[in-house]
């Protein structure tokens, strides 16, 4: 028999598989099919249950939740994207426990065991890197079948593919681990399934990265400042407000035709693209937590860059003795 994929719907689960799956009794979950219809297995000719990896998930996902306090009477009849935000709720009440700074050693839950082994070696080489306690599992399936006993700073997955149906199983697992952060590193995905899962917090890398790269990220996740004289140790004081508006500099690149120099044409272009990048990078450092303190840094370099060609637009004209009108 063929090995179908995680996300197969096939119904070829049994009940104890499940069960144990769930890490829930088998008499618990017959309870609350009859009482609540949490979900509705397919069955054989002969009766016997089969349950689909969706029916798994939804069940330890509520299992999850019932744990934190949630009655299974107020969840059962709740869709995939509720359940979802329930478990968002918990993973946001998590990072709010103190961080891993002040702890001895950093608990990391790796999904994929050669990404484990390939990071694990590249922070190995890092001065920045904390002592790592790693708990390694294959694949989402194995790891819901022995949760980890403590609660992991990072929970990182190795996902090629990523598809929809992974966003309830990436938020069920973060749950089961106690998670203070989510990450999750894939090859392909539909851009809106990259979206939702920033949305809720989950930090997103894609494929083909460096060992440079990667390690930089997974420190910044565990609240890991890195000394680097080549990017962070650049001054980082705030940049001074917009001298020219956009009127002002399209009417200093109109002028570029009035007068023997195309120098204040190409500056004003430059300073109109930096501003709109500088508002860009802030929009978004609003509207993903997860990715907050990269467009932080990316609106400030930005802004900053935007200052100094503004003053160079301002010598030049004072060199060449024309001022711009302004409104």
Same mark, same amino acid.
């Given at each position: 028999m063929e090995t179908s994929r995680v996300s197969e719907p096939v119904p070829r689960y049994r009940i104890g598989a499940v069960a144990q799956l769930a890490n829930l009794p088998v008499g618990t979950l017959r309870v609350w099919e009859r009482r609540y219809g949490v979900v509705s297995p397919a069955r054989s000719a002969s009766g016997h249950r089969f349950y689909s990896e969706a029916d798994i998930h939804r069940v330890a996902l509520l299992k999850n939740l019932v744990d934190r306090g949630h009655a $299974?009477?107020?969840i059962a009849k709740l869709d995939a994207q509720q359940l979802e935000r329930l478990a968002f709720m918990h993973i946001d009440r998590v990072a709010a426990l103190?961080?891993?700074? %002040?702890c001895a050693d950093v608990q990391i839950v790796f999904v994929g065991t050669t990404m484990a082994k390939r990071i694990q070696k590249s922070l190995s080489t890092s001065p920045h890197a904390p002592l790592i306690v790693p708990t390694v599992f294959d694949n989402m399936t194995q790891a819901f079948a022995n949760p980890p006993v403590r609660r992991a700073d990072l929970l990182l997955l190795h996902l090629p593919s990523l598809h929809p149906d992974d966003i309830g199983r990436v938020l069920t697992l973060s749950a089961s681990c106690h998670a203070a952060r989510v990450a999750v590193i894939y090859a392909f995905a539909a851009e809106h399934t990259v979206e939702h899962l920033k949305q809720v917090g989950v930090h997103t890398l894609r494929e083909p990265l460096s060992g440079s790269d990667t390690s930089r990220t997974i420190l910044e996740l #565990?609240?890991?400042? $890195?000394d680097d004289p080549s990017v962070d140790a650049l001054n980082y004081s705030p940049p001074a407000p917009r001298r020219y508006g956009d009127d002002v500099l399209t009417g200093m690149a109109? %002028?570029?035709t009035t007068i023997a120099c195309e120098?204040?044409?190409h500056l004003a272009d430059i300073i109109m693209q930096l501003s709109a990048f500088e508002r860009y990078s802030n929009e978004c450092m609003a509207r993903t937590p997860a990715d907050a303190y990269l467009h932080s840094y990316l609106a400030n370099v930005s802004g900053r860059a935007r200052e100094m060609f503004?003053? %160079? #637009?301002?010598? #030049?004209?004072?060199e060449e003795r024309w001022i711009a009108d302004r409104e």
């Open positions: $299974i009477g107020s103190p961080t891993p700074e %002040a #565990l609240g890991k400042r $890195i109109n %002028a570029s120098c204040p044409r503004e003053v %160079a #637009l301002g010598r #030049l004209e004072r």
